[in-house]
């Protein structure tokens, strides 16, 4: 197993243009498109409507359909989108425990900058054009799989997910202050 860190920067790529700059940057291997894809979960939680351009971007155009709240005429399918709000969407902590230094007890607050997302990576799950990579929450005990897909212009972009939206631990109960 090879584990990769992901540098982020000192902010967070969170709307269409600023993750597009970042994904040409790093999703040229799994791992960074493994990065994106976190990314847009978090994006989407923040700001559906930058979200979804977001998530557009991240996943490969096989799952993608014609549309305007997405990039460049295309969107999320209407199943993937309502399946990512309903899973991540009233849990924007799930999200958020993608990014190193995050924890439960902190209630996945965000740590100041630079960012950074872990990936691991078994050599055995990359393929030319197909990978499989895990990331790692910081509300589970193991990373977890995410397939990925390289497109032709040599991006990686999400093909399943769905382990990275099953959730973590939530976060810790607000202390009740009653002085």
């Known amino acids: ?17 600023s993750l ?4 040409d940057r790093v999703a040229t291997t799994p791992q960074g498109g493994a990065a994106v894809f976190a990314l847009a979960l978090l994006a989407l939680v ?9 998530l557009t971007i991240a996943i490969e155009r096989d799952k993608l359909t014609q549309g305007t ?18 899973r991540v969407g009233g849990k924007p902590y799930l999200a958020r425990s993608y990014i190193a230094g995050t ?11 630079p960012f950074q997302i872990k990936v691991r990576e078994q050599p055995n799950d990359v393929k030319d054009d197909r990978a499989k990579v895990f990331v790692w929450s910081t509300g589970a005990d193991s990373p977890r799989p995410i397939h990925l897909v390289k497109n032709n212009r040599g991006y990686w972009k999400a093909s399943n997910w769905s382990s990275l939206t099953v959730g973590c631990r939530p976060p810790a109960p607000p202390v009740d202050d009653d002085l």
Request: glycine share 10%; hydrophobic share 30%; charged share 30%.
């Open 103 to 113: 924890t439960p007890e902190a209630s996945y607050a965000l740590p100041s900058g």
């Open 20 to 23: 597009v700059a970042f994904r």
């Open 69 to 86: 709240q997405g990039y460049k005429g295309f969107e999320p399918s209407r199943r993937d989108l309502r399946e990512l709000e309903e």
């Open 1 to 17: 197993m090879i584990e990769h860190v992901i540098d982020v920067g000192p902010s967070l790529p969170l709307d269409v243009e």
């Open 46 to 54: 923040e700001d559906r409507a930058k979200g979804v351009g977001c």
